[in-house]
């Protein structure tokens, strides 16, 4: 069995980064950028008021306040800014240009107006209330960097530097075929001995959150010409086939075999971890081949660990693995040293709850969960109280 990380790393270093296409701003979230995003202007592009108040010359405040001053002028946001008269002060509002002439905003909750005057009590430091040109980016700043995902907030920036499309990478395609003679679309009439096909819509869920495009092909049944047939429609056009099941040793484990007679080379097909030892991983041609255990867990934790990494190293993503965490164990944890355990758990704070059924078949229980504990496969487990290692299963 091939040790954890070692799997892990061959998967994620076997990608080789996809096409790049572009796309409307407000449709980048989720997508991975394919070239740096520069500031072609300052961001922002002029200077303006933090405040709604009074525009002034702060060199105009001399001697002992307060100062009366008359009020001349007015500034607001989206119109072209009139220029300070010397002497006075300038009605001013959040948003606005800065007029020619003044430095500093005097924010109207410390201003007594009269009429046409101002009264001031105390004179304003020199750039107060202003957001000056470019202090957030100055022109020519590479904004945002190649490889990152952009999230709701990278969006808001990009459209800040007033471009309409940005350039990302293609989505990874993906077929999702499921295998086993008991499986049957959730929903459908219940035959003695059939399940509902939970693997293909989560796989296809987790598919769509990495930034790929899912396509849950028909299932097939448990013989080996069936299989070949299924895989060979199953790998036409696609960036990465998933199969689930049959990829053990069993009577009935046809996928191995039949991925070999159709000419698929597979680099491991065991890995040290628990849940999920029987995992499959090979490619033919430039189709990646992820070839998954059945039971529920074990094919939705091997997808997150594996598949999503390799998704997004597909893309480009700079951050491919996602980011692991500490927190303390509140029960304590024993295993059988050999495989890396990784364990459903409620993570609340920097404390971890065990879930109480880790049984490869409760679908319960991964979805009840939150994070992933992960333990050494040389441990023994984890004491009460121990600091151990934790996956939030919303960095997937």
Same mark, same amino acid.
């Given at each position: 069995?091939?040790?954890?990380?070692?799997a892990?790393?061959?998967?994620?270093?076997s990608?080789s980064?996809?096409?790049?296409?572009?796309?409307?701003v407000?449709?980048?979230?989720?997508?991975?950028? *394919?070239?740096?995003l520069? #500031?072609?202007?300052?961001?922002?592009a002029?200077? +303006?008021? #933090?405040?709604d108040? +009074? *525009?002034?010359?702060?060199?105009?405040?001399?001697g002992?306040?307060g100062w009366?001053?008359?009020?001349?002028?007015e500034s607001?946001?989206?119109?072209?800014?009139?220029a300070l008269?010397?002497?006075?002060?300038?009605r001013?509002f959040t948003?606005?240009?800065?007029?020619?002439g003044?430095?500093a905003?005097?924010?109207q909750e410390?201003?007594t107006?009269?009429a046409d005057?101002? &009264?001031f009590s105390a004179a304003?430091q020199l750039?107060?209330?202003?957001?000056?040109?470019g202090?957030?980016l100055?022109a020519?700043a590479i904004?945002l960097?190649?490889?990152?995902?952009c999230?709701a907030f990278?969006? =808001?920036l990009?459209?800040a530097l007033?471009?309409?499309?940005v350039?990302v990478?293609?989505r990874p395609?993906v077929?999702?075929l499921c295998?086993g $003679?008991e499986?049957r679309?959730?929903?459908?009439? *219940?035959a003695p001995?059939?399940?509902?096909?939970?693997n293909?819509p989560?796989?296809?869920?987790l598919v769509?959150?990495?930034?790929?495009?899912? $396509?849950?092909m028909?299932?097939v =049944?448990?013989t080996?010409?069936e299989? $070949?047939q299924?895989?060979?429609?199953a790998l036409?056009?696609v960036?990465?086939?998933?199969?689930?099941?049959?990829?053990?040793v =069993?009577?009935?484990?046809?996928?191995?075999?039949?991925?070999?007679?159709?000419?698929?080379?597979l680099?491991f097909?065991?890995?040290?971890?628990k849940p999920?030892k029987?995992?499959?991983f090979?490619?033919?041609?430039?189709?990646?081949?992820?070839g998954l255990?059945?039971?529920?867990?074990?094919a939705q934790i091997t997808f997150?660990?594996?598949?999503?990494?390799?998704?997004r190293a597909l &893309?480009?993503?700079s951050?491919?693995?996602p980011?692991?965490?500490?927190a303390?164990? &509140?029960?304590a944890?024993?295993q059988?040293?050999?495989?890396?355990?990784f364990?459903?758990?409620?993570?609340?704070?920097d404390?971890?709850?065990?879930s109480?059924?880790q049984?490869?078949?409760s679908?319960?229980?991964?979805?009840l *969960?939150?994070?992933?504990?992960?333990?050494p #496969?040389e441990?023994?487990?984890a004491?009460?109280?121990e600091?151990v290692?934790?996956l939030r299963?919303? $960095?997937?």
């Amino acid at each position: 069995m091939l040790p954890f990380d070692d799997a892990l790393q061959r998967i994620v270093t076997s990608a080789s980064l996809l096409g790049s296409e572009r796309v409307p701003v407000a449709h980048s979230a989720g997508r991975v950028l *394919a070239t740096d995003l520069r #500031a072609h202007s300052p961001i922002p592009a002029f200077d +303006y008021s #933090a405040m709604d108040g +009074y *525009a002034v010359d702060s060199a105009a405040f001399h001697g002992a306040g307060g100062w009366d001053l008359p009020v001349i002028g007015e500034s607001c946001a989206g119109r072209p800014a009139p220029a300070l008269t010397p002497g006075s002060a300038c009605r001013i509002f959040t948003g606005a240009a800065i007029p020619a002439g003044a430095n500093a905003v005097v924010m109207q909750e410390d201003v007594t107006r009269s009429a046409d005057r101002a &009264q001031f009590s105390a004179a304003p430091q020199l750039g107060a209330n202003i957001r000056k040109c470019g202090e957030d980016l100055p022109a020519g700043a590479i904004a945002l960097l190649r490889g990152t995902r952009c999230s709701a907030f990278h969006v =808001g920036l990009a459209a800040a530097l007033d471009v309409s499309e940005v350039v990302v990478a293609r989505r990874p395609r993906v077929a999702i075929l499921c295998t086993g $003679e008991e499986l049957r679309a959730p929903g459908s009439f *219940a035959a003695p001995g059939t399940i509902p096909d939970s693997n293909g819509p989560s796989l296809a869920a987790l598919v769509t959150s990495a930034g790929g495009v899912a $396509e849950l092909m028909p299932r097939v =049944g448990d013989t080996l010409p069936e299989t $070949e047939q299924a895989l060979r429609a199953a790998l036409s056009g696609v960036d990465l086939l998933l199969t689930v099941g049959g990829v053990s040793v =069993g009577d009935h484990d046809w996928v191995r075999v039949a991925l070999e007679r159709i000419g698929a080379s597979l680099e491991f097909w065991k890995v040290a971890i628990k849940p999920g030892k029987p995992l499959a991983f090979g490619r033919l041609g430039s189709t990646h081949i992820l070839g998954l255990p059945g039971n529920p867990v074990s094919a939705q934790i091997t997808f997150a660990l594996f598949g999503i990494p390799l998704l997004r190293a597909l &893309q480009g993503d700079s951050r491919p693995v996602p980011t692991r965490g500490r927190a303390r164990l &509140q029960h304590a944890l024993t295993q059988k040293p050999g495989r890396t355990g990784f364990y459903r758990a409620t993570l609340e704070g920097d404390s971890a709850t065990l879930s109480s059924n880790q049984a490869s078949g409760s679908p319960a229980s991964l979805a009840l *969960a939150n994070a992933l504990v992960i333990i050494p #496969a040389e441990s023994v487990g984890a004491a009460a109280g121990e600091s151990v290692e934790v996956l939030r299963l919303a $960095e997937l």
